[in-house]
């Protein structure tokens, strides 16, 4: 039974920094490409981060120098660390699991930037 749970959303300060986390279960968690997505309130689900199984990164425009992914295969666990961060980082975060055309999705949590 496959679960993929996010932890660490929350309301910050423009500036500040936040951790998201996701714990993954019932798969070969080290085989798996790993992302973070985030929808913002009108706007289109977009990737943000990843992760693949050879811990090759890549992060959107948008969030390069701030944002860095990381993976604990020991774990099962994939991280968002987020700095600086901006009004426009406001959204719900996704975690994503990839594998040969399996794709599996956790339910979000919400980061809310705002002073």
């Known amino acids: 039974q496959v679960h993929i749970e996010e932890f660490g959303g929350g309301l910050v300060q423009p500036g500040g920094s936040l951790r998201v986390s996701c714990a993954v279960s019932?798969?070969?968690?080290?085989?798996?490409?790993m992302g973070w997505f985030r929808q913002a309130p009108g706007k289109q689900r977009e990737l943000v981060a990843s992760?693949?199984?050879?811990?090759?990164?890549y992060y959107s425009d948008s969030v390069k120098g701030r944002f860095t992914i990381s993976r604990d295969n020991a774990k099962n666990t994939v991280y968002l660390q987020m700095n600086r961060l901006k009004s426009e980082d406001t959204a719900v975060y996704y975690c994503?699991?990839?594998?040969?055309?399996?794709?599996?999705w956790g339910q979000g949590t919400e980061v809310t930037v705002s002073s």
């Open positions: 994503n699991a990839k594998w040969i055309g399996r794709e599996l």
């Open positions: 019932g798969i070969p968690f080290s085989m798996y490409d």
């Open positions: 992760i693949n199984s050879g811990d090759n990164t």
